[in-house]
């Protein structure tokens, strides 16, 4: 029996023979619709690498270096969904590409974080310059807010349909810069208004616990389990209703 129907607990094999080609194609035009919002994704990151490093040479931030870096990475990831999305569609082959997009997009939060951590410290005990306020770089990256906001939902909602981890995760690095923006502004509008240049490097030091796990969960793959179609679904509804565990929910938050 094919795997959609070993899913569907309720359906019979002639019922589920019924709606099998239905589903194949409501699959094939959400996975378009995910590879067009990741390619979306990808341009947006490269305009907003470029601006964002022009910005670091006239300013010495080390956040908005960070920044830039991290759209380096999520060029990195969004290039990993490209390859996921276009993957041979059997059985096999899905599970097979989907563990190690997976696996790789872990790799690329663990090292965002190693690097956030090293520059950051560096720039604390003095070794860099400091930064100078960024009228530009606060433009970027009030824009990249907005931008990264709209591809996080939609990519959400796109990877609870498809039961993808991969893209979920990719998701996640678009929320990670809707995060490390407010962290920046932050930083660089306390540095602008009371020349305050320790709270740049600091506000890129929020970030890092989020990125280590969620680049452990994505490496070890031990968040969810491969049997579990409706893991993925509670764990979206938790991130999405709970703001990633920031905020607390009721006991019964997303209970099927």
Excluded at 26 to 55: C, D, K, M, P, Y
Aim: proline share 4%; with cysteine; glycine share 4%.
């Amino acid at each position: 029996m094919p795997e959609f129907c070993r899913s569907q607990r309720h359906d019979s094999p002639s019922t589920c023979r019924v709606k099998l080609p239905i589903m194949y194609k409501v699959l094939q035009n959400l996975r378009r619709s995910a590879l067009i919002l990741v390619i979306i994704g990808l341009a947006w990151n490269l305009v907003e690498t470029a601006i964002a490093f022009w910005a670091t040479l006239q300013s010495g931030s080390v956040a908005l270096l960070a920044f830039g870096l991290d759209s380096i990475v999520e060029l990195v990831a969004g290039g990993i969904l490209v390859w996921r999305l276009q993957a041979n569609k059997d059985d096999h082959n899905e599970v097979s590409a989907e563990k190690r997009a997976q696996k790789l997009l872990g790799l690329t939060f663990l090292l965002l974080a190693a690097y956030i951590a090293l520059h950051s410290s560096a720039n604390l005990l003095g070794w860099l310059p400091q930064p100078e306020p960024s009228p530009l770089g606060i433009a970027i990256i009030v824009a990249s807010a907005v931008v990264m906001t709209t591809l996080y939902i939609a990519k959400m909602r796109i990877a609870v349909r498809i039961q993808s981890w991969s893209l979920r995760a990719e998701a996640m690095e678009t929320l990670f810069c809707d995060i490390q923006d407010l962290a920046i502004l932050i930083g660089l509008a306390l540095n602008a208004l009371f020349a305050w240049w320790w709270a740049d490097p600091v506000a890129s030091w929020i970030l890092i616990p989020f990125l280590i796990n969620e680049g452990i969960e994505n490496f070890s793959g031990s968040d969810h389990h491969e049997d579990d179609n409706e893991s993925i679904i509670r764990r979206v509804c938790f991130e999405i209703n709970c703001l990633y565990g920031i905020i607390r929910c009721r006991a019964t938050c997303c209970e099927a």
